[in-house]
């Protein structure tokens, strides 16, 4: 009986220990020191980079570490296009592509992983890798390179396809992938190698599906008039302008309703809300001198403003003001010379407004606010030079340059500057971005370009300045040139 105890532990304390052993050796990645920030480097790439007379259907790439890929069938580009997309595979150190097409004879390939590529541990990044081969006795070499910028608000945009095409139609771009293409960085550069020579339309596409053509209206856009053309040197400084299109399927603005065809709320299935009107005011304030702005939460059929009352100071003596309704028949705009730090009283009497169904206010609605002092608002001045280099590149003596001021992605205040100034008055303290829209048509807001319509045109461009922290009872001067 002890023998067998004796056996039984020995064993027991065998399994122990191999268990020990066995956990010692598992691979743990180090604790402390230094944080690795240095990418993999490639080893070794089968075929070579640069190979000629490339006829294999599949490359290894190995690195100096472990490695993963990240979203690599987004951000993998063959250039020339390929109709089926690459398997990619990563084990350990080796990154595996396999080619699904056949390959055009005479071709340069570029493989682009962009990011693609990182190390497990650290996820330290192999920027740009780039693998290039040629299925004929030569590697193309010229580059074309330049940024794009979005239109409407000047910032620089980042993944955004710019695309080559051998076919120099306009309705290419809907019906087919491009022969080359590549994507613009953070910086909103974008740089295509390896390019064949000839002769290419150059068409730019920012869209949500990743099909390479343009078939939605959503879609943003941006295209030069004339192709460009490459022989012996590479081309750079390409500059374009991002916009969306007016999309041609925007329904036109309802008829007016005739009051036959109106039901009775009664006799309505479903209850209707309340017609109920709100002001827009800061906090029982009245911005000056802008309108006070009244929303009601359905559209009216009629307002009889007439019986409105405004009243001024503490005695609300009554004044004579202007309304005006919106194309919605949702707001309503009163327009007044208010005076400085003064009380006043709106009375919308309950049977003024009516709502397409019928309906009118439950009560009358009065509405009492302060306007606001002269001293709660800054002022901001500019002026505005044109560089020679900038007239040169407009080509139009006859431009007209807009300051705008914007926050929260909304323009506030903007004018035309006239003899190279431009003075805002009542402006609410804040930080706003400033910008110079380039007014072509002089209507002093910023217009979309067209490519399938006719007369085909590109966008007005706005320039981003900087931003700027306006101050209450301050007034800010800034000098611009563009």
């Known amino acids: 009986m002890n023998q067998y105890i004796r056996s039984w532990v020995f064993w027991l304390m065998f399994i122990i220990v191999s268990i020990s052993f066995t956990r010692c050796a598992n691979i743990v990645p180090p604790s402390g020191g230094p944080r690795d920030t240095i990418p993999p480097v490639l080893l070794q790439s089968t075929p070579r980079d640069s190979t000629?007379?490339?006829?294999?259907?599949?490359?290894?790439?190995?690195?100096?570490?472990?490695?993963?890929?990240?979203?690599?069938?987004?951000?993998?580009?063959?250039?020339?296009?390929?109709?089926?997309?690459?398997?990619?595979?990563?084990?350990?150190?080796?990154?595996?592509?396999?080619?699904?097409?056949?390959?055009?004879?005479?071709?340069?390939?570029?493989?682009?992983?962009?990011?693609?590529?990182?190390?497990?541990?650290?996820?330290?990044?192999?920027?740009?890798?780039?693998?290039?081969?040629?299925?004929?006795?030569?590697?193309?070499?010229?580059?074309?390179?330049?940024?794009?910028?979005?239109?409407?608000?000047?910032?620089?945009?980042?993944?955004?396809?710019?695309?080559?095409?051998?076919?120099?139609?306009?309705?290419?771009?809907?019906?087919?992938?491009?022969?080359?293409?590549?994507?613009?960085?953070?910086?909103?550069?974008?740089?295509?190698?390896?390019?064949?020579?000839?002769?290419?339309?150059?068409?730019?596409?920012?869209?949500?599906?990743?099909?390479?053509?343009?078939?939605?209206?959503?879609?943003?856009?941006?295209?030069?008039?004339?192709?460009?053309?490459?022989?012996?040197?590479?081309?750079?400084?390409?500059?374009?302008?991002?916009?969306?299109?007016?999309?041609?399927?925007?329904k036109p603005p309802p008829e007016p309703i005739d009051s036959a065809d109106i039901q009775p709320v009664e006799e309505k299935k479903k209850k209707l809300p309340k017609l109920q009107a709100t002001p827009s005011l800061d906090g029982g304030m009245q911005e000056l001198p802008a309108p006070l702005k009244i929303t009601f939460n359905l559209p009216l059929r009629n307002l009889d403003s007439a019986r409105m009352i405004l009243g001024e100071d503490s005695a609300y003596r009554p004044v004579t003001f202007t309304s005006t309704m919106d194309s919605t028949h949702t707001q309503l705009s009163i327009g007044y010379r208010w005076k400085e730090g003064t009380p006043y009283r709106l009375v919308i009497p309950k049977d003024a407004p009516t709502d397409t169904s019928g309906q009118q206010l439950a009560r009358a609605d009065t509405i009492k606010f302060t306007s606001k002092k002269a001293n709660d608002y800054a002022i901001f001045k500019a002026d505005l030079k044109v560089s020679d280099s900038t007239l040169a590149a407009i080509n139009d003596t006859t431009m007209h340059y807009v300051i705008q001021l914007v926050q929260d992605k909304t323009i506030k205040y903007s004018g035309t500057i006239v003899g190279g100034k431009w003075q805002q008055t009542f402006i609410t303290p804040g930080e706003y971005e400033v910008r110079v829209l380039l007014d072509t048509n002089g209507n002093g807001k910023w217009d979309r370009g067209n490519y399938y319509r006719k007369p085909r045109k590109q966008p007005e461009r706005v320039i981003q300045i900087d931003k700027i922290n306006l101050k209450a009872y301050w007034t800010v001067g800034k000098s611009i040139t563009i």
Do not use: C, W
């Open 52 to 250: 000629v007379h490339f006829k294999s259907k599949k490359i290894t790439f190995i690195f100096d570490e472990f490695v993963e890929l990240d979203n690599v069938n987004d951000k993998l580009i063959v250039s020339p296009t390929l109709k089926r997309t690459p398997l990619v595979t990563a084990k350990l150190h080796t990154v595996t592509l396999e080619i699904k097409d056949t390959l055009k004879a005479n071709t340069t390939y570029t493989f682009n992983f962009a990011d693609a590529i990182r190390d497990i541990n650290e996820r330290n990044i192999v920027q740009d890798f780039q693998y290039v081969v040629s299925t004929g006795d030569y590697l193309d070499s010229l580059q074309v390179a330049g940024h794009l910028i979005d239109a409407e608000n000047g910032r620089l945009d980042s993944n955004v396809a710019v695309m080559l095409y051998r076919e120099l139609t306009d309705s290419i771009v809907s019906k087919e992938k491009p022969v080359y293409y590549a994507k613009t960085k953070g910086d909103g550069s974008f740089r295509f190698k390896n390019i064949a020579p000839g002769t290419y339309k150059i068409f730019a596409l920012k869209e949500e599906d990743r099909d390479l053509q343009y078939n939605q209206p959503s879609e943003m856009i941006a295209f030069l008039e004339a192709p460009i053309t490459l022989r012996e040197t590479n081309l750079a400084d390409v500059n374009m302008l991002l916009f969306m299109e007016t999309d041609s399927t925007i």
